[in-house]
């Protein structure tokens, strides 16, 4: 993994990456967006930390890569072929994002603001963003705005990734992915852990999609964890701004770096194990069952599980952590908590006692107050109807008050940041 | 509540119709009933029937409380 | 200077023990007993004003004694009350429970006292007062006096307490937001470690967790034991005279049965809103069995029905939140002579 | 299987299926599902499906099996545990929510229920 650090992004006649620098040719990449038919229009605006600027609603949040060497492209089913990916080189534009919006349904919701009290919340207000606003033909349905919207985020990155292509970075970062065979073979003293990685995948806005396929129409299985840096998995997911898993979280996943960081020393990372959070009941019980009978067969004497979105997915979560607990193998869970606007209420929406060691990423329903700022990109009017937001949330003065559920990232349940409850 | 009635000294049979509940609450002496909307009664039969199903019912939690336990007990049939 | 007010019962104010417990309360100036280990700890800083004691005995049975110990602490305008700590003393620990709860929301004033994990004042009274985690007798006095003593300070300064873990409180139930020093997945990594070495971990979301009575003997002598009705399901007079909320009530509803041969719905029905009342409402019998016990008091199965029955509304789920009206309506029980319960639940 | 829901567009798409049509809102269908558990019903799909927070929502479709047997405590733990979360969101009342939602905004919450109830009961 190629790092390539970059500070700051501004508009360009090339579009180049020069020094930590990222120009971007606005006209080139919006008509490359544009070539997609659904949209009528594209608009391209820049966002820098710092800044007195407020982006919602926010769809999805990407960060630009590139493949240097090794089988495949970054994003296999998108933007490349369907080829296993994790090996090799891969450069990553460190720093900077992609972010999409447009109204997709009336109560879209999200918001990154760039300075502020929202901006100590979501990760993605210390990056240099690009913001893309794209909006479709009349007569689109939602669900082909949706997928519109979707590849243009990912055409976008996809082309400032390309701009990095031939840079040799300054530092670069190794994952080692032995198979199963050699990992016992190179530390036979540690513990064998995984990762249970759980994905939102309940219909329209409530997906996520793996080598092009989503998720729901998927059996549990295994991915090596390097395969997630390049894209494998993205996110079509752009319900509950707080808990959601965005590309880049999938993309710069916590848990697989920090297993990784303590990997060969204290534990033995031994893959990453990919379930589904369904509608229906009896394939949340076939998932589960699948993430236990893997962790099994893989032999783990530990496994993380992490979670995304709210309400029914705890009853997931609670299922695989009972059920792999069950097998012997010893969990940490992460989640995110509704305890109300005054943390008094019961925080999930199902528990059990085998779940025994919790990580939270604090409560959705904390109420937080962000200031007005001068710039907005994006639909404002929204924010008194996106989760979290009530009426009344949008003040006359252009500050808002609602519940942390608003910022995009703010409780993430991979566990990125550092907010937490106790 | 069951249990601090019986922390209060005063032997309990709780009669109810989820026996985990029950037994998640610490009850123990349980006795299982029909059903949640009519635990002590079953709208489908007679009343005469019904009358008897409950007198049932009621007999089996009395003799629980005769009945001296270690831990969580249920008295089925 | 920091002024304090401390609350003890009768055998720490030197008064006597059970024989004393039906003291009423009293005022004296400066400290009492454990005071004047509170007021050593507070090096300067805080002074006891005046304590104020009450026999345990008298503060339980006696539901004024709650205003006059609180009109009796007004009076000093202090900045923080401390109660206790009442280690594993469970009527001592009930009343420092209801001083600190009823002080902190009548008064506003800070509060806090200390106990052990077994005392009934923790469950009831955890999310309305600090309660400090302490041994579970007088033995564990010094290091109780130490570990609260600052908080105590810093509770009188307006200072917001760190988590309970930290500071050594029981944890109150209500979630605070904090930033930690590493995010969630390395803290994540950090406790599976420690799980699979077998070392002690501490979860950041405590799972609701249960515990366990042991039963009580069997009774012996059925037919001429009295025997009380009890429901969880919400059966009250017609019309629900006390209000009983269709869930998590707040309260209970004791109603008398004497003379009452069989529940009709004319007479009772349901004021439960978690499951479908249609069939309780024909024939409340069916959640209450007043009927068929009055054949069992007829046929000499058992001695007699109480004259009352006591009704709540528990959610099957949270049976666990009626335990407060339990505490209460048990020692009614007992003063009625019930020697065996009937709990019917939906 | 029987389709609770009070969304007319999952009644019509489902017509020739066994849909029980809840003149409610999204809680009172919850407490119809209840009921049936009580009854001895399964549930077929999660009561709180998709991310849309209850208080947000006026829409709501369950599945619940159309046999009755002995009581299903999964189906009951989810139930009573879906109200009480309905029961708390409900503390932060939205008056934008319900009567007063513009009705593209409905029609849109309209689309996600059926669409996440679809993704549940395709080929079912």
Redesign the interface.
Known sequence: MGIIKITDIQFAAESKVEGSVLYVNRDELKAHILEDETLASCELDIAKPGESVRITPVKDVIEPRVKVSGEGGVFPGWMAKVKTVGSGRTNVLKGAAVVTTGKI???QEGIIDMCGEGA?YSPFSQLNNLVLCVEPVEGTL??AYEKAVRLAGLKAATYLGKLAKDIEAEEVRTYETPTITEGIKLYPDL?R?GYVLML?S?????DTYVYGVDA?QSLTTMLYPTETMDGAIISG?C??ACD?NTTYHHLNN??I???Y??HGK??NFVGVIITNE???????ERSSDWSAKLCEYLGL????I?QE????PD?DLIMNCKKIEAKGV???I??D?????????????????A?????????A??VIHLPKMDKVIGHIEYV??I?GG??GSLQEDGSIVA???VITGAT?E????????? | MVKEIERAGIPVVHMCTVVPISLTVGANRIVPTVAIPHPLGNPALSHEEEHDLRKKLVGRALKALETPVDGQTVFEE | MIKVVHYINQFYAGKGGEEMANIPPEKVKGFVGPGMAFNAAFKGEAEIVATVFCGDSYFNENKEAIDTVIAMIKEEQPDIVICGPAFNAGRYGVACGTVASEVKAQLGIPTLTGMYDENPGVDMFKSKTIIMKTKDSAAGMRKAVAAMAPVALRMAKGEELGSAAAEGYFPTGIRKGLFEEKRGSARAVDMLLKKLAGEEFETEYPMPQFDRVQPNPAVVDLAHAKVALVTSGGIVPKGNPDHIESSSASHYGKYDIEGVQVLTDKTYETAHGGYDPVYANADPNRVLPVDVMREFEKEGRIGELSHYYYATVGNGTAVASAKKFADTFSKELIADGVQAVILTST | MIILTNNPDVAQTFQDRNVLWVDGSYRDVLIEARDMIHQGRRLLTHPLMGSLKPNETPYRSVAVSSEQGDLDMDSLLLIENAIETFDKFAQVTRPDRGVNTPERMLADFRLIDLSLIESALEDR
């Open positions: 349904v009336g109560f100590k939602q669900h513990p852990v939102q309940q219909g329209l806005l409530h729901k997911n319900v509950s959601k916590p848990v770096e920090d297993l960081a303590r204290d534990l369904n509608v229906y009941l009896a394939d949340k004497d530990g496994a993380i992490s979105g709210f309400g029914n009853t010893k969990t940490v992460i989640t908590e509704y305890a109300g606007q005054d943390g008094a209420s019961q925080s999930l929406a199902d528990a059990d006692i779940a025994n060691a919790c990580v939270t990423g604090g409560n329903n904390t008194d109807k989760a009530w009426s519940e942390l559920q993430n991979m566990g990125f940041n550092t907010f937490s409850a106790r």
